[in-house]
């Protein structure tokens, strides 16, 4: 047995409890029940509807407008509790108003594409990349990073062509490309 900051050992008794309750109730009844989900507070829809302006104004001048803007019988949140409140919101619905259509693709969460359906050779992906090391120049003798340029297939993710030049040019990712098709054939996307 740890103390706080020791490790934390699996018990017998927990254990079996485990068991029981899932001999008892089924496999489900081990899942992670989630908490109740709060229901929503009067000067939400309003604090959102400050909050989400253009103009960004801090979180201090949106709880004074609000308490203007509140009907009576309404009492306005703290500056803790809209600061929960706004926590509890994804990033999109956070900034919403706040920030530009663009912006806000830009803090959305990574979006895992399906390619089960792909064919190989469907859409071939290139990029270039630097080397993470120096290497003598064959021009002049001195160190430098060559420009790494690659194929993959998106549907094998094998990569299927490839090339070296001395800098990033059209020329490294032409030869990159046309080693793909020669190798592994012509792509119907190219991106």
Request: net charge positive; glycine share 6%; proline share 7%.
């Amino acid at each position: 047995r740890g103390g706080r900051t020791g490790s934390r050992t699996l018990g017998r008794s927990s254990l079996y409890g485990w068991l029981k309750e899932r001999d008892s109730k089924g496999i489900q009844a081990l899942a992670v029940k989630a908490a109740p989900k709060a229901p929503p507070q009067p000067w939400e829809a309003a604090f959102l509807r400050i909050w989400s302006r253009p103009s960004n104004m801090a979180l201090t001048e949106v709880l004074a407008l609000l308490a203007k803007e509140l009907p009576e019988d309404v009492p306005c949140p703290t500056y803790d509790q809209a600061r929960h409140f706004l926590r509890s919101l994804s990033p999109q619905e956070r900034y919403r108003g706040r920030m530009g259509r663009r912006a806000l693709v830009a803090i959305s969460a990574y979006r895992k594409r399906d390619t089960s359906d792909l064919e190989p050779t469907s859409v071939y992906t290139a990029d270039g990349k630097t080397f993470a090391a120096e290497v003598r120049n064959p021009l002049s003798g001195q160190p430098f990073r060559p420009e790494i340029a690659s194929v993959l297939d998106v549907a094998t993710r094998k990569c299927v062509g490839w090339s070296v030049g001395l800098a990033e040019s059209a020329s490294v990712v032409t030869e990159s490309l046309r080693m793909a098709v020669v190798s592994h054939g012509v792509p119907a996307i190219w991106y």
